[in-house]
């Protein structure tokens, strides 16, 4: 069976993309450059929206009986202050929380329920190096394997193959920038029965701390100035382990676990978008189409978005055997508003907050928004909405 879609990349955007075009009939092939989904530092949030997508496929069920842990309010502590900043409890969805699990085990899952179709097909260890491309339509993909090089061709190609996307820039697609001043360096802590319960964010003076709780330890994100990594590690981990145990003080006793460099991953953090999010023969989604900050953790939650929203309308060209541009253009046009307003949340977050807290000395004064959400409970629904469901949020439509 020749696939009538190719995907690009086995991330979220891509895997459920696969899974729900194998869903509808289509012959789908998936291509993912690694042996298996197991990197750690990856975005392990599964937010409400994507919840209520695992529900109207009847997934949910199964899905919640894996690992995870249920995040129902987000706190931040500002100086000597804490705040409740986002409330999930009173959206209007299945699972009014965040649901924190290792990407890899998500991944693990969307793959399991592809590969019992006979639509799906999920080739591991296949790097995609290029395009094929032909008459100024893209009409395939060039792919290093254990095997050696091939092409794959078929009427559609996703590029679902991440902010450092191969398709997009071979594709020379034009990207707009919007600029990034951080990025965040990630680490594991373990984690005590006396340590807080919840996922956290931490800002004092200079220094911006998150804890996301993963039951037998912590995942952790330091944030930097942009570009600042060389200087950190050139006064060294000693150093570096002061600063967390002075971020993080409740796990101050166990910061000698960052015994090294190689236990600590920089995320180079980037904000763009493609002007563009298509060619004849190609569609970009998730992070390939727009790379997103890590502020909210919404980058999954965006991505899980466009692939529902291209099945949707891509399902029909699909069956005809033909994708014309203007059904291409109806993705982007669908999709370009959650991702515009998003992106611009995200970035007024960077420079009116974090960039002011790092640089700042001395005493930190929470911003006057973050008395609004603690005196008017009410009000953390909005951020809570922002965050769980995002703008326009999509849903699986059901054959007619």
Known sequence: MSPSCLIAGGGPAGMMLGLLLARAGIPVQIFEKHADFLRDFRGDTIHPSTLEVMHELGLLERLLKLPHQKVEQITAQVGNQRFHVADFRQLPVRCPFVAFMPQWDFLDFLAAEGQALPQFKLEMQAEVVGVVERDGRIAGLRLATPNGERTAEAPLVIAADGRQSVVRTAANLQVRTFGAPIDVLWFRLSRRAADPAETMGRFEAGSAFVAINRDTYWQCGYVIPKDAFD??????????????????????????ELDGWERVSLLT???????????????????????????????????????????????????RGRVEIADLARVQQRRELPTRLTQWVQVQAQKRFIVPTLAQRGTLEPP?????????????????????????PEHVERET
């Open 231 to 256: 200087g950190i590690r050139a006064r060294g981990i000693e150093a570096f382990r002061d600063r967390v145990a002075a971020a993080a003080p409740f796990a101050a006793d166990r910061v000698a």
């Open 368 to 392: 006057p928004f973050l008395h609004l959400l603690e005196r008017f409970p009410i009000l953390r629904r909005l951020p809570g909405r922002m965050i769980g469901i995002g703008v326009r």
């Open 269 to 319: 953090v980037r904000v763009d978008r493609l002007v563009q999010w298509y060619r004849a023969g190609l569609l970009c989604i998730g992070d390939a189409a727009h790379a997103m900050s890590p502020v909210g953790g919404v980058g999954i939650n965006l991505a899980i978005q466009d692939a529902v929203a291209a099945a949707n309308l891509l399902r029909e060209p699909l069956r």
